[in-house]
T-cell receptor, first 112, second 116 residues
Framework: SQTIHQWPATLVQPVGSPLSLECTVE??????LYWYRQAAGRGLQLLFY??????ISSEVPQNLSASRPQDRQFILSSKKLLLSDSGFYLC???????????FGPGTRLTVL | AQTVTQSQPEMSVQEAETVTLSCTYD???????LFWYKQPPSRQMILVIR??????QNATENRFSVNFQKAAKSFSLKISDSQLGDTAMYFC?????????????FGKGTHLIIQP
């Protein structure tokens, strides 16, 4: 069966520091991968998605970036965090051509 | 672009009651999927139920069922015999089924509280 992992689970970072969040999927190959952000009191907003290694599409312009160095690895990064980057970050996957996305456990990011 | 609206920020019912959560959406597409996800206090997003827009029959999963009204662009979730474990945020979501890698568009959620 497929599983999705995210780490770290919780992160507290100062403004202006760099960020790296990691997501990995097991038990499948060539999945579509997604990064979402959930700000306090809001629904989820799609940030990035990827259909393959090195292929990244951005939905929202911001100071975040994403990379997919391996088939089942998806990384969310920032060079300098802003206060507004605080939130709950969720990674998701789905099989190409399938209709359902499955979510990881998420990372709670607090920028102080 | 599509939008998803959940007009009930919070609902509270007694255990064993039936509750209906509302969702409306706006899209110019004809082929799409609709979903309800549950987010308990652990914040893990869990798929509750999905509906293909081309299917007229409403989806059902045990105590969970939907009322899908395509012309009205309405997609409500009914929870029967509610249980304490149903307490969670519930999100309605839309996905275009054009064959690409489209992500989900979410509503802002409804906080459902099941009272003992």
């Amino acid at each position: 069966s497929q599983t999705i992992h995210q780490w770290p689970a919780t992160l507290v970072q100062p403004v202006g520091s760099p960020l790296s969040l990691e997501c990995t999927v097991e038990g499948t190959s060539n999945p579509n991968l997604y990064w979402y952000r959930q700000a306090a009191g809001r629904g989820l907003q799609l940030l990035f998605y990827s259909i393959g290694i090195g292929q990244i599409s951005s939905e929202v312009p911001q100071n975040l970036s994403a990379s997919r160095p391996q088939d089942r690895q998806f990384i969310l990064s920032s060079k300098k965090l802003l206060l507004s980057d605080s939130g709950f970050y969720l990674c998701a996957w789905r099989l190409a051509g399938a209709n359902t996305q499955y979510f990881g456990p998420g990372t709670r990011l607090t920028v102080l | 672009a599509q939008t998803v609206t959940q007009s009930q920020p919070e609902m509270s019912v007694q255990e064993a009651e039936t509750v209906t959560l509302s969702c409306t959406y706006d899209t110019s597409e004809n082929n799409y999927y609709l979903f309800w996800y549950k987010q308990p206090p652990s914040r893990q997003m869990i798929l509750v139920i999905r509906q293909e827009a081309y299917k007229q029959q409403n989806a059902t999963e045990n105590r969970f069922s939907v009322n899908f009204q395509k012309a009205a662009k309405s997609f409500s979730l009914k929870i029967s015999d509610s249980q304490l474990g149903d307490t969670a945020m519930y999100f309605c979501a839309f996905m275009y089924s054009g064959g690409g890698a489209d992500g989900l568009t979410f509503g802002k959620g409804t906080h459902l509280i099941i009272q003992p």
